[in-house]
Nanobody
Framework: QVQLVESGGGLVQPGGSLRLSCAASGSIFAIYDMSWYRQAPGKQRDLVATITRGTRSNYVDSVKGRFTISRDDARNTMYLQMNNLKPEDTAVYYC??????????????WGQGTLVTVSS
């Protein structure tokens, strides 16, 4: 089994910053692509950013230049640095990863989500 746990959400004013973390634990052999998604109230869950094992990254247009995705494979942890936050960034943020377990099974776990609220 593999678990993903997000942290770092909270209430921030427009223009502020937050850093989200996603820590993976369990029987992990390797982690491949890692992604952040978000789901605003009443809307579908959308991809925000992805980072490959080779640290190539891509972003949805609405966060380019404001958000930075990174990973620390020694700690099995992914981050999302969010700057210049806007009210429209308000959502529950979820992490997702493609994981190869120690028994060579491929899993696609999700975290439980962390709420980000951007409001004055």
């Amino acid at each position: 089994q593999v678990q993903l746990v997000e942290s770092g959400g909270g209430l921030v004013q427009p223009g502020g910053s937050l850093r989200l973390s996603c820590a993976a634990s369990g029987s992990i052999f390797a982690i491949y692509d890692m992604s952040w998604y978000r789901q605003a109230p009443g809307k579908q869950r959308d991809l925000v950013a992805t980072i490959t094992r080779g640290t190539r990254s891509n972003y949805v247009d609405s966060v380019k230049g404001r958000f930075t995705i990174s990973r620390d494979d020694a700690r099995n942890t992914m981050y999302l640095q969010m700057n210049n936050l806007k009210p429209e960034d308000t959502a529950v943020y979820y992490c997702n990863a493609k994981v190869l377990t120690s028994t060579l099974v491929t899993l696609d776990p999700w975290g439980q989500g962390t709420l980000v609220t951007v409001s004055s």
